[in-house]
Structure formats: structure tokens, C-alpha cells
């Protein structure tokens, strides 16, 4: 290899590495087209089952509403920091039901 095959890289320059952007790669009504990269990020969340779980003798047996916010903050390179939030709201619940009791009389 000699020297005009190689870049010089003792002075100070800029060198652009090509990205490939999410236009044209995936659903643009959800991503911004001049996204560098698509990113999907799934967030699990466990409550304690008995925090959820009525008596069959309780005056309310309604499921209940839970709401969970997730909130990201992030910041590409040469840009301001962003934030994004997603919520997400789902009624849950149970009912403990009493015990069956089969009764027989024996002759």
C-alpha cells in the first residue's frame, strides 16, 4: 500500500461516515424519516398479585386502573436533549371466589 492509498489523519479534518436513515426502512407515520436508526424499547412492569386480588365478601370486586408513564430521555450527537413518553392504561383485577361444598347424606 503506499501513501495515496492512506488518509493522513495528523492534521485536523472532518470525515463523514454515511448513515442510513429510517426513510424508505420503516413506517414513517411512527418515525421520523431522518432518524439515524430505529429503536424499540418494551418495558415490563409486575405489581404484587394480592395488591389486585378482591375477597368474595368485599363490598367492591371492580377491576382497577392502572396507568404506567414511561418517560425516555435521550440525546443524539451535536443535538439538544429530547424526551419521549408513552403511556399505557389497563384495568386488572380478580375475585377470589368461595369454596364449593358438595354435602352427602349417608344411609
Do not use: W
Not at 495515496?4 to 421520523?32: A, R
Not at 405489581?47 to 408513564?69: G, R, W
Not at 435521550?74 to 364449593?100: F, H, M, R
Amino acid at each position: 500500500m503506499n501513501k495515496s492509498d492512506t488518509n493522513d489523519l495528523t492534521d485536523p479534518q472532518n470525515i463523514t461516515i454515511p448513515v442510513d436513515t429510517c426513510e424508505g426502512n420503516v413506517d414513517t407515520t411512527k418515525v421520523d424519516k431522518d432518524a439515524p436508526y430505529y429503536s424499540e424499547y418494551e418495558v415490563e412492569v409486575v405489581y404484587p398479585y394480592a395488591d389486585f386480588v378482591a375477597h368474595y365478601s368485599d363490598d367492591n370486586q371492580e377491576k382497577l386502573e392502572v396507568q404506567n408513564i414511561a418517560t425516555i430521555k435521550y440525546q443524539l450527537a451535536g443535538q439538544d436533549e429530547k424526551n419521549s413518553e408513552s403511556i399505557a392504561t389497563n384495568d386488572v383485577g380478580d375475585v377470589i371466589q368461595p369454596a364449593k361444598l358438595i354435602l352427602k347424606k349417608e344411609f
